[in-house]
């Protein structure tokens, strides 16, 4: 079984920046493909960011070039550096696992294990 918690999220100005980080715990095997998805008030799920078995990332096409995912060396935290942040980034983030070793754009449903989420609020 995985467990993932979330922590970072706050309230910045646009233009500011924060980081995420999502603990793991359990069997590896469960979360051989991680991700960062957002949902905000009245909008679905969307994928942020994806990490795979093997390091490649994926970004979703409105965080492409301000936000970085990344995993520590043993790959027990995920990380989600968000930089230029924009008002509409403003959301609920989450940290998701899935068995499969590749999940690179792949929708919330193919994700079993999620975090409760931390919140991220940008003023304008």
């Known amino acids: 079984q995985v467990q993932l918690e979330e922590s970072g999220g706050g309230s910045v100005q646009a233009g500011g920046s924060l980081r995420l980080s999502c603990a793991a715990s359990g069997n590896i095997y469960s979360r051989r493909c991680m991700a960062w998805f957002r949902q905000a008030p009245g909008k679905e799920r969307e994928g942020v960011a994806f990490i795979n078995t093997l390091g490649s990332i994926t970004y979703g096409h409105s965080v492409g070039g301000r936000f970085t995912i990344s995993k520590d060396n043993s790959g027990n935290t995920l990380y989600l550096q968000m930089n230029s942040l924009k008002p509409e980034d403003t959301a609920m983030y989450y940290c998701?696992?899935?068995?499969?070793?590749?999940?690179?754009?792949?929708?919330?449903?193919?994700?079993?294990?999620w975090g409760q989420g931390t919140q991220v609020t940008v003023s304008s």
């Open positions: 998701a696992a899935t068995s499969r070793p590749y999940c690179s754009g792949a929708p919330a449903a193919e994700f079993g294990t």
